[in-house]
T-cell receptor
């Protein structure tokens, strides 16, 4: 158990809908990262927050957004969902040196 | 463009048969190289961080090494429970922003 929690574990929704994925980092970790993992793309970095502020952006679509709250938990919002957005979404947190600890992931299925 | 290439894509070994996984990278401003283990449907599990050429880290049957262009994950006398996908990632720095760039992974299967 990495200490990073993610909810929900599974999410099934229809195209065009909007969903919110939630992540709680390890105690004491200020950085939160979001990743998308699909079969053909591997693990893709989406975005990083550090202590409430956006720190780095990866291949995140404009339909996706994230934020980190004062209690350090983070949410990833996915809107206007398409079939191709079906994937595993991971959150990770770190305290130092980018040693990231990953949560169990949320499996999103868009039908 | 920062890139990480892992080989082989898949590797099947007999229990006790040692081998090595390769991770080669091209990155501007390498700040660190990381190895993770991922079981199906689960999040990657952190294994090692390497920062400079010549550095080595060990954990049980795994040893990671780093050169200026590549890293190896050596697996000695593996057991079936070592079966997993092993991911390599580099910490790249670009215009002040840092991010992990992952390879596609090596899917390792250890047969009893």
């Amino acid at each position: 158990d990495s200490g990073v929690t993610q909810t929900p574990k599974h999410l099934i929704t229809a195209t065009g809908q909007r969903v919110t994925l939630r992540c709680s980092p390890r105690s004491g970790d200020l950085s939160v990262y979001w990743y998308q993992q699909s079969l053909d793309q591997g693990l893709q970095f989406l975005i990083q927050y550090y202590n409430g502020e956006e720190r780095a952006k990866g291949n995140i679509l404009e339909r996706f957004s994230a934020q980190q709250f004062p209690d350090l938990h983070s949410e990833l919002n996915l809107s206007s969902l398409e079939l191709g957005d079906s994937a595993l979404y991971f959150c990770a947190s770190s305290r130092r040196a980018y040693e990231q600890y990953f949560g169990p992931g949320t499996r999103l299925t868009v039908t | 463009e920062d890139q990480v290439t892992q080989s082989p894509e898949a590797l099947r070994l007999q229990e006790g048969e040692s081998s090595s996984l390769n991770c080669s990278y091209t990155v501007s401003g390498l700040r660190g190289l990381f190895w993770y283990r991922q079981d199906p449907g689960k999040g990657p599990e952190f294994l090692f961080t390497l920062y400079s050429a010549g550095e080595e880290k060990e954990k049980e049957r795994l040893k990671a090494t780093l050169t200026k262009k590549e890293s190896f994950l050596h697996i000695t006398a593996p057991k079936p429970e070592d079966s997993a996908t092993y991911l390599c990632a580099v910490l790249a720095s670009n215009q002040g922003a840092q991010k992990l760039v992952f390879g596609q992974g090596t899917r390792l299967t250890i047969n009893p």
